[in-house]
């Protein structure tokens, strides 16, 4: 299940489940409240009964002046529960019948537990409806995405054709004409579009449960290799110790490739890339002509340069929350950007 996936799941079940338990809470309150005051009730009616022969083992009686209290009425304190009721023939008195607190409590104690365990029981089955109600929930984005997901393949296969023809025929009009500043152009043109599907078809086909080890020195080395040949005027270095990497390899080699190319491809004539490790941070920076907006750079079709279509960073950005590894930036225009990678995830 995609991230995006597990979050909708999360937020569905969570929206019905808190929606759901706080309704259910307050009914339940209300409920104790009502079945409190019967409790009272059915308290104040045995103690009536009591008053007519005061043949009752669970009360206690005693006669009080008659003046100080209202008669046929339940009280409470912290001590009692207590009624006064009036004595045949007499003016002056009347029948205290009272209930010790501590017992009275054990009767309350023992309907909230009744309550609760109740409470917890429907809680449970609202768990149950609340996961029944999320998978159900997400079921058209799942099929949304894999409709996505299937066309952009259909499309990326597509491009296979195209993109070899074209190739091949710049191929041959290089070795016919020459080179040339508008056969380069192509040429550029062409890459672009091979990275693009290669970036597009990594964050599909991703899959962050197939991990392997990889060593970072001797992966970086070999990445870099590969994008120096296409940027003959770019100087990398490299002081990165031979740490080992817990992750989806297909997809972090994409991550870095990207920004290793961007690193090249918008850096100065004769420029440097500088890649560092230090406690669990990995520093790519070059001294390239910056970004003006560098809180936009992971925005979808975002671009500060006319060169290339703004979706590799995007990319990157979400290859990166797949891989759960933290990337930020910092960048000044003139004297270049910094992309940092927190790898103390997949370390």
């Not at 569905?12 to 409190?36: D, H, M």
């Not at 009536?48 to 002046?65: G, H, M």
């Not at 006319?306 to 891989?323: A, D, M, Q, S, T």
Request: proline residues 2%.
């Amino acid at each position: 299940m995609k991230k995006v996936e597990k979050e909708s799941l999360l937020k569905s079940f969570f929206l019905f489940f808190l929606s759901q338990t706080l309704l259910v809470g307050a009914l339940f309150f209300l409920n104790y409240q009502k079945e409190l005051q019967t409790l009272d009730e059915t308290v104040f009616s045995k103690m009536r009964l009591c008053s007519f022969s005061l043949q009752c083992k669970e009360f206690q009686y005693d006669f009080v002046p008659k003046k100080e209290y209202e008669l046929y009425r339940l009280y409470k304190n912290k001590n009692e529960l207590s009624a006064y009721f009036s004595i045949p023939n007499s003016t002056k008195n009347a029948l205290k019948i009272y209930l010790p607190k501590k017992k009275y409590m054990q009767e309350v104690n023992t309907l909230q537990k009744e309550l609760l365990w109740n409470f917890f029981i429907v809680v449970f089955v609202i768990a149950i409806l609340s996961s029944l109600f999320a998978l159900y929930a997400l079921s058209p984005l799942r099929k949304a995405l894999h409709v996505t997901e299937e066309f952009v393949k259909d499309i990326l296969h597509d491009f296979n054709t195209p993109l070899s023809t074209l190739r091949l025929n710049v191929s041959m009009l290089k070795s016919e004409t020459g080179e040339n500043t508008k056969i380069e152009r192509i040429e550029n043109a062409v890459q672009n579009i091979l990275n693009l599907q290669a970036n597009l078809r990594a964050y599909l086909h991703s899959h962050v449960t197939q991990k392997e080890q990889i060593v970072l020195k001797e992966f970086l080395e070999e990445r870099i290799s590969l994008i120096e040949s296409n940027y003959r005027d770019i100087t990398f270095h490299t002081e990165v110790p031979a740490i080992v990497l817990h992750v989806n390899k297909d997809s972090f080699t994409r991550i870095i490739d990207n920004l290793l190319s961007n690193a090249a491809k918008y850096n100065i004539k004769n420029g440097q890339v500088f890649i560092r490790y230090n406690d669990t941070m990995l520093d790519i920076q070059d001294t390239g002509k910056g970004i003006k907006n560098p809180k936009r750079v992971f925005e979808r079709f975002y671009k500060e340069q006319e060169r290339g279509i703004g979706i590799g960073l995007h990319i990157v950005k979400k290859l990166c929350e797949e891989l759960d590894i933290d990337i930020t930036l910092q960048s000044e225009v003139g004297k270049g950007t910094i992309f940092q990678l927190n790898l103390k995830n997949i370390i």
